[in-house]
């Protein structure tokens, strides 16, 4: 059986970058400073929507810019894609900054 990865979370950073998180643990990076200079999403450059609308849908890395979080009209990429392109990277350090102990 040929495995299909999955992302269960997505953590969006302000430089345009998402830390994906998929169910065999592994966490990749996925630059998508190209992707919002491009077709339908420019529109997630405007307004901190590529932070705001990012979320998880259909088992992969979406947006939806109108906030409706339907899987069927979201903005989503190819989770194979992802994975197979996206550098393998740790957890980022600072999701734990203020995290009392």
Do not use: H
């Amino acid at each position: 059986m040929e495995y299909y990865p999955e992302i269960y979370q997505v953590i969006p950073t302000e430089d345009y970058r998402v830390y994906l998180y998929f169910d065999d643990g592994r966490i990749k990076l996925y630059d998508a400073s190209e992707l919002v200079t491009k077709g339908l999403f420019r529109q997630l450059a405007e307004n901190n929507l590529f932070f705001d609308a990012c979320t998880v849908l259909n088992n992969t890395l979406a947006w939806t810019p109108d906030m409706s979080y339907d899987p069927a009209t979201c903005l989503d990429l190819d989770p194979i894609v992802l994975y197979e392109e996206c550098p393998t990277v740790d957890e980022p350090s600072w999701l734990f900054k203020n995290i009392p102990e």
